[in-house]
């Protein structure tokens, strides 16, 4: 009888452990994956180059969103739309 539970609490002592170490190999396994997908691209409207979405600085007017390389370039970017468009 002895036997028997011992048996029992190691079997299920060694699902906890197994069940734990694949939750995590799987857990690891998405996130590279994460890592590895490619990035929508966009493009700057200032200095016109192409950075990835997910570090682009991005602002949102007239319900439009624009995305930049830089603070600098958001500056510049609507510095120069207020020069061209002066309001009266």
Not at 1 to 8: A, D, F, G, H, P
Not at 47 to 53: F, G
Not at 63 to 74: A, D, H, I, P, Q
Request: proline fraction near 3%.
């Amino acid at each position: 009888m002895i036997r028997l539970l011992l048996s029992v609490v190691l079997l299920l002592l060694l699902y906890a452990i197994l069940r734990y170490l694949i939750k995590d190999i799987f857990k690891q396994k998405r996130r590279l994956n994460r890592e590895l997908e490619l990035e929508e691209l966009v493009q700057d409207p200032h200095c016109q180059i192409y950075i990835p979405m997910g570090t682009a600085v991005r602002k949102r007017v007239a319900g439009r969103y624009y995305y930049f390389c830089s603070k600098e370039c958001v500056r510049k970017f609507f510095d120069e739309k207020k020069s061209q468009n002066p309001k009266d």
